[in-house]
């Protein structure tokens, strides 16, 4: 074994223990978590933001790897901010590209999720087929201090989040991997080469 494959193996043991995320995942800021019944239906949406400070702040958390955007539109996988995930935003003169942004995360959820056979990922999808941005301003459980905000999602009752699911990461994984045959030097495995590389943050 080379000291490479050696560092692999010992970091995928840190990630098993939550001490580092998961390949595939990057740390991000989320601020709220939506709760949803198995027929996609909104139970609740909970605050998760860290109140210890003297305003609540976004928690670091583990999800699926965020995509560099610069200008164009690129969702990411089972999270996203609520111009993505709810198709609203506080700015107003970026209707129609929250417009876009949204019906680019439900297509590309549509296509990730098409085989799931999963409660959570199948309780994701309904939402999204149900969902109308026009239901926001007078939904029970949504407010304005949402827009703009990280958001992931949970079942109702659930403790674990639906991109922490088993099913989930093994989309996460398969989706990598899928996405390019290059041969990793280090795995064995084949995926795609990082072009560039993760930013190094913080």
């Given amino acids: 074994m080379t000291i490479l494959a050696a560092l692999s193996g010992y970091y ?57 955007r610069t200008a164009g539109i690129s969702p990411n996988k089972l999270w996203d901010k609520t111009s993505y995930v709810l198709g609203v935003t506080a700015n107003e003169d970026k209707r129609k590209r ?21 409660v959570g990922l199948l309780a994701m999808q309904r939402f999204l087929e149900n969902w109308a941005p026009t239901q926001f301003e007078n939904h029970p459980h949504f407010c304005e201090e949402m827009k703009d905000a990280n958001i992931v999602f949970r079942m109702d009752g659930v403790q674990e989040y639906i991109h922490d699911l088993p099913a989930a990461k093994a989309l996460i994984v398969a989706e990598n991997r899928n996405e390019g045959n290059d041969f990793c030097l280090v795995t064995g495995e084949r995926g795609t080469v990082a072009r560039p590389p993760p930013s190094i943050r913080g």
């Fill in 98 to 118: 929250t417009s876009q942004e949204h019906e680019a995360f439900k297509a590309a959820h549509a296509a990730l999720l098409a085989d799931t056979d999963d």
């Fill in 12 to 68: 995928q043991r840190m990630a098993d223990r939550g001490e580092a995320e998961p390949p595939g995942y990057s740390r991000e800021k989320i601020s709220y978590a939506i709760l949803l019944t198995a027929d996609g239906a909104v139970a609740a949406v909970n605050d998760i933001r860290d109140t210890t400070g003297k305003k609540p702040a976004p928690i670091m958390m583990d999800v699926p790897a965020g995509v560099k």
